[in-house]
């Protein structure tokens, strides 16, 4: 299967120099191009991008409100958009991370790393950088927002062991680290995960992580 990505940045040059990494790769290709969040959003919808690398500074609609609308939209359900910033603990992260964002990376990244990025958050994982997660969560993460009442509640219907694994997500453990923490297998951890989104309505593992601190399941200092 063929990733179809969709880059919106207002930098041309960036945009050209990612474009000739992506379309390098057998496994990808650059479907569209944006330099604007609203041409993001029409581009995406026109396009059927799977992947939006999205710019958080952009004219006319910022990348946080352009990821909210497509998140938002249902016939766009399995987009999924990652977040690039000149700051890997840019306070805006949060923002396009509770807009439904699957992840985000420092626009300094290695080609490599990119690619891999951008094949992990097609397959539908959530993709944090590790140099910055936890402190993202200190900062800005763990502050006190109000929770959708709905949610919370719904945290009761998650098993014991589900809870559990959703609190060492939420304080950036892999399923490899979880299950070497619960002497599980990491597919085991895996699915548990998966089923903790189901019940919650996540759309990723970035939003299991959003509503851990949200509905205060992990609070800071945990």
């Known amino acids: 299967m063929t990733i179809r990505v969709l880059l919106a940045d207002d930098q041309a040059l960036l945009r050209g120099t990612f474009k000739l990494l992506i379309d ?11 330099s604007t969040g609203a041409e993001a959003v029409e581009s995406t919808r026109s396009e059927r991008a799977d992947v939006v690398l999205m710019d958080i ?4 609609l910022d990348g946080i409100e352009a990821t ?3 998140c938002a939209d249902e016939d766009l359900a399995g987009v999924k958009v990652l977040i690039l910033t000149t700051f ?3 306070e805006h992260v949060v923002d396009a991370l509770r807009a439904g964002a699957s ?3 420092g626009k300094g990244i290695d080609p490599p790393d990119l690619l891999d990025a951008i094949r992990t958050v097609a397959l539908g994982e959530a993709l944090l950088s590790p140099t910055a997660t936890r402190q993202l969560i200190s900062r800005v993460l763990a502050q006190p927002t109000a929770a959708d009442p709905r949610v ?6 998650l098993t014991p062991r589900e809870r559990e694994i959703m609190i060492l997500t939420a304080l950036g453990l892999s399923n490899h680290d979880i299950a070497e923490r619960l002497h599980v297998t990491p597919l085991t951890a895996k699915t548990h ?3 903790a989104m189901t019940k919650l309505g996540a759309r990723d593992r970035a939003q299991l992580v959003v509503i851990a601190y949200q509905t205060g399941l992990v609070t800071p200092g945990t």
Do not use: C, K, T
């Not at 500074?57 to 006319?60: C, F, I, L, T």
């Open 24 to 34: 390098s790769q057998p496994d990808m290709e650059v479907v569209a191009e944006a």
């Open 57 to 60: 500074r952009m004219p006319v």
């Open 68 to 70: 909210r609308r497509i």
């Open 88 to 90: 890997e603990v840019d």
């Open 103 to 105: 992840g985000f990376l």
């Open 152 to 157: 919370v509640r719904q945290l009761d219907r």
């Open 193 to 195: 995960v998966n089923r």
